[in-house]
């Protein structure tokens, strides 16, 4: 370790020196350490002095001579393959582009880029290890990857990986499809300039277990044996505990189980559970000990049927078998990454992940610091790999996100603003919401409908800028006077959710599907598991603490029921990299201490929040005068003229994205920096959706 440390610091020290060029500008730059590149790459122009620094600076990241000559559109391979079918036709037969979009030309970005996407396969080991390779060579299969080259080969900058977050998300995220790779071709003169992809390969990769899009195209790889290399198979567990009954009977199932239940129990309870129970059989289930302690006993079992289901084993030349789900972790994935960065000839590579992605990205970026570029956290995960930690800070993300809307809505009243932009729910909005929601088995048939109907409301706080606050909150307020649906805020179609599911109403929460990658993923990254009892105490716990963060935690519980050994992450963090770190004040689903912890373990980074609500950096999404191209439009016109540009929150989203983009372009990182809302979030009634934050 000490000789590695001593050669590196020799080549930081040749690189940064003041003599002869070494070697070539690409050569120079390669030896360039992440945490002071800017500064390096100054001086490796300044002794190198290319007749054409660009295209030396295009070889040294997007595709280095030291990386074997390979390149993005020519890369190795015995690792990856494009399709051979124009981009155009691949396009339009793995996914369409959807939802609402600029055109060409536009100030936000050109949906033409979208006929440029390359679609390919990337052929990864599924053991990454080098302590035991000696044993026998692990066997291959085949993910499915796509890039949106940079509109000038090599990308000035290199390749940029996009997760969208998850897990679950898959190889689209770098696709014009995604919001994440539409906002980063914002293209204005007074905000960032040109887009991104004037200067970045995007890329994204449909990691272990998720959709791998085959229906159009096979691996094309063969291994030493000349067999055909396998797609990794996608995480599907279907009925389990159902497929099991029907084939061996009610009885085959609840031997498997605790509880000594009888098929009687069957009908009258675990039925319910694994179906979603309606409004009269537990009242709120998430409150209910008997739903509680079923909903454990059906995952736990769901999860181990799945767990040895064939189709997940693969097998050696020599005979080994592998159970592919127990190599599904993020360290896994950012190996595979780093197969992908090699294999294109990269030798730095950046990286923007939310949500989910931050593990991802900020795993990566521990295990491959000297192969970072520029790395984004964006909602981080959290540092503790432990479930317990894990559903702690799942509850905790709900009970912010409500308790912003909930001080909005008092107020509104407190404040003693006008009566008309008054919240209905107010004063008191927590107190009215815990009453309804607390409907029990012994509460009247209307209490517990009401409660269901508010739980489906509720969906509401997990959109981006809660744009149907008002509804909410009016919603909650009648059903705290005990209005019927009929006559209730409720049912209104265009912001809640009653109508799909008035006629038969069932709570959504239910064990049937048990298909969420993330118990196959943070199974494999989180350690510690929970048993019944500790599961049930956890629940009691959490009932009384976070009575609303239950509502999230309950269904997120299962990577603690995982049967597979748990291979935890390494603790996350690096002293020399620069990350730009992300955080939502009010974001449901990964809580704003998160980053700050994130900030701790990369000190040389710098913190980006954001005051108001959604999940990772939010950007204007309503039509008309408050869309994107309007937005900036007007914000480029009062910019030119000289006036003081509107200061609304779809301008504030915007000029937080600004710093991000920024930063992406030219490694420019803010002093750790809050992008101010223009106003709390409007709980009272509103047509103004720019009033949303």
């Given at each position: 370790?000490?000789?590695?440390?001593?050669?590196?610091l020799?080549m930081?020290?040749f690189?940064?020196g003041?003599?002869?060029?070494p070697?070539?500008?690409?050569?120079?730059?390669d030896?360039?350490?992440?945490?002071?590149?800017?500064?390096c790459?100054?001086?490796c122009q300044k002794?190198?002095a290319?007749?054409?620094?660009?295209d030396?600076?295009?070889q040294?990241?997007?595709?280095?001579?030291?990386?074997?000559?390979?390149?993005?559109?020519e890369?190795?391979p015995d690792?990856?393959?494009?399709?051979?079918?124009?981009p155009q036709q691949?396009f339009?037969t793995?996914?369409?582009?959807?939802g609402?979009?600029?055109g060409?030309?536009g100030?936000w970005f050109?949906?033409?880029?979208?006929a440029?996407?390359?679609?390919?396969?990337l052929?990864?080991p599924?053991?990454h290890?080098?302590?035991?390779?000696y044993?026998e060579?692990s066997?291959?299969?085949?993910?499915?990857?796509?890039?949106?080259?940079?509109?000038?080969q090599?990308?000035?900058?290199g390749p940029?990986?996009?997760?969208?977050?998850?897990?679950?998300s898959?190889?689209?995220?770098a696709?014009?499809v995604s919001?994440?790779?539409?906002?980063m071709e914002?293209?204005?003169?007074?905000?960032v300039g040109?887009?991104?992809?004037?200067d970045?390969?995007?890329?994204?990769i449909s990691q272990?277990?998720?959709?791998q899009?085959?229906?159009d195209s096979?691996?094309?790889?063969?291994?030493?044996?000349?067999?055909?290399?396998?797609?990794?198979?996608e995480?599907?567990?279907?009925?389990?505990?159902?497929e099991?009954?029907a084939?061996?009977g009610?009885?085959?199932?609840?031997?498997?189980?605790?509880?000594e239940?009888?098929v009687?129990t069957w009908?009258?309870?675990?039925?319910?559970v694994?179906d979603?129970?309606a409004a009269?059989?537990?009242?709120?289930?998430f409150?209910n000990e008997?739903?509680?302690?079923?909903?454990?006993?059906?995952s736990?079992?769901?999860?181990?049927?799945?767990y040895h289901?064939?189709?997940y084993?693969?097998?050696t030349v020599?005979?080994?078998s592998?159970?592919?789900l127990?190599?599904?972790g993020?360290?896994?994935?950012?190996?595979d990454?780093?197969?992908?960065?090699k294999?294109?000839?990269a030798?730095?590579?950046?990286i923007y992940?939310?949500s989910?992605?931050?593990?991802?990205?900020s795993?990566?970026a521990?295990?491959?610091?000297e192969n970072v570029?520029?790395?984004i956290i964006?909602?981080h995960m959290g540092?503790?790999p432990?479930?317990?930690s894990?559903?702690?800070?799942v509850?905790e993300?709900?009970e912010?996100?409500?308790t912003?809307?909930?001080?909005?809505?008092?107020?509104?009243?407190m404040?003693?603003?006008?009566?008309?932009?008054r919240?209905?729910?107010?004063?008191?909005?927590?107190?009215?919401l815990?009453?309804?929601l607390?409907a029990s088995?012994?509460s009247t048939t209307?209490?517990?409908?009401?409660?269901m109907?508010?739980?489906?409301?509720f969906?509401?706080?997990y959109?981006?800028?809660?744009?149907?606050?008002y509804?909410?909150?009016?919603?909650?307020?009648?059903?705290?006077?005990?209005?019927?649906l009929?006559?209730?805020?409720c049912s209104?179609?265009?912001?809640l959710h009653?109508?799909?599911?008035?006629?038969?109403?069932?709570?959504?929460?239910?064990?049937r599907?048990t298909?969420?990658?993330?118990?196959a993923?943070?199974g494999?990254?989180?350690?510690g598991?929970?048993?019944?009892?500790?599961?049930?105490?956890w629940?009691?716990?959490?009932?009384?603490?976070q009575?609303?963060?239950?509502?999230?935690?309950?269904p997120?519980?299962?990577?603690a029921?995982?049967p597979?050994?748990?291979?935890?992450q390494?603790?996350?963090?690096?002293?020399?990299?620069?990350?730009l770190?992300?955080?939502n004040?009010?974001?449901?689903?990964?809580?704003?201490?998160?980053?700050?912890?994130m900030?701790s373990?990369?000190?040389?980074?710098?913190?980006?929040?954001?005051q108001g609500?959604?999940?990772g950096?939010?950007?204007?999404?309503d039509g008309?005068?408050n869309?994107?191209?309007?937005?900036?439009?007007?914000?480029e016109e009062?910019?030119q003229?000289?006036i003081?540009?509107?200061?609304s929150n779809?301008?504030?989203?915007?000029?937080c994205v600004?710093?991000?983009?920024q930063?992406?372009?030219?490694?420019?990182l803010p002093?750790?920096?809050?992008?101010?809302?223009a106003?709390?979030?409007?709980?009272g009634?509103?047509?103004t959706p720019?009033?949303m934050?």
């Open positions: 370790m000490k000789l590695i440390s001593v050669l590196a020799s930081h020290r690189a940064m003041s003599g002869d060029c070697n070539d500008l690409a050569t120079c730059i030896m360039c350490p992440a945490d002071i590149f800017k500064l790459l100054q001086s002794r190198c290319p007749s054409d620094t660009g030396f600076l295009r040294a990241i997007g595709g280095s001579q030291a990386q074997g000559d390979f390149s993005l559109l890369p190795n690792y990856l393959i494009w399709d051979n079918e124009a691949r339009g793995m996914w369409s582009l959807g609402r979009a600029g060409a030309g100030v050109d949906t033409t880029r979208s440029e996407a390359r679609f390919g396969w052929k990864v599924v053991r290890d080098d302590v035991i390779r044993d060579e066997p291959f299969l085949c993910l499915r990857v796509v890039v949106m080259p940079a509109r000038k090599p990308a000035r900058l940029i990986l996009l997760h969208c977050g998850g897990p679950g898959d190889a689209k995220c696709s014009m919001s994440m790779a539409r906002f914002l293209n204005s003169s007074a905000l040109p887009p991104l992809s004037e970045y390969d995007y890329w994204s272990r277990g998720m959709n899009r085959t229906a096979v691996c094309p790889f063969t291994d030493a044996d000349d067999r055909d290399v396998k797609i990794w198979p995480f599907d567990c279907g009925d389990k505990i159902g099991l009954a084939r061996s009610v009885e085959a199932v609840l031997e498997l189980m605790d509880g239940a009888s009687a009908n009258s309870t675990i039925k319910h694994l979603g129970p009269d059989i537990f009242g709120n289930p409150y008997t739903f509680v302690r079923w909903f454990y006993r059906t736990k079992l769901q999860l181990h049927l799945c289901d064939d189709k084993s693969t097998m020599a005979g080994r592998y159970n592919l127990d190599y599904m993020t360290e896994n994935l950012a190996y990454i780093e197969t992908f960065r294999a294109i000839g030798s730095k590579m950046s992940g939310v989910y992605g931050t593990m991802v990205s795993v990566y521990t295990i491959f610091p570029h520029r790395l964006d909602g540092l503790d432990e479930v317990m894990f559903v702690n800070w509850g993300s709900t912010a996100a409500w912003g809307l909930s001080e909005a809505c008092d107020a509104s009243v404040g003693g603003g006008p009566v008309e932009k919240c209905p729910a107010a004063p008191g909005a927590t107190g009215k815990h009453n309804i607390h088995a012994a209307q209490a517990q409908l009401n409660a109907v508010a739980f489906n409301a969906g509401a706080v959109e981006p800028a809660v744009p149907h606050a509804e909410l909150l009016n919603c909650i307020n009648d059903m705290y006077l005990g209005k019927n009929s006559e209730s805020s209104d179609p265009l912001y009653g109508p799909s599911w008035a006629d038969t109403p069932t709570w959504s929460v239910q064990t599907n298909n969420s990658p993330i118990a993923v943070l494999n990254d989180y350690a598991r929970f048993t019944e009892q500790t599961f049930m105490e629940w009691r716990k959490t009932k009384f603490e009575p609303l963060g239950l509502t999230t935690s309950l997120c519980s299962l990577p029921m995982w597979g050994l748990p291979q935890p390494p603790p996350v963090g690096d002293t020399t990299l620069t990350p770190i992300i955080g004040l009010h974001d449901a689903q990964t809580p704003y201490h998160n980053s700050l912890k900030r373990a990369f000190p040389s980074g710098r913190m980006l929040t954001w609500y959604g999940h950096l939010q950007i204007p999404n008309g005068p869309s994107v191209d309007a937005i900036v439009k007007q914000f009062e910019t003229d000289g003081l540009p509107t200061y779809n301008v504030a989203k915007l000029l600004r710093v991000a983009l930063y992406l372009k030219d490694g420019t002093r750790d920096y809050v992008c101010k809302a106003a709390p979030a409007m709980t009634p509103t047509t720019s009033l934050v």
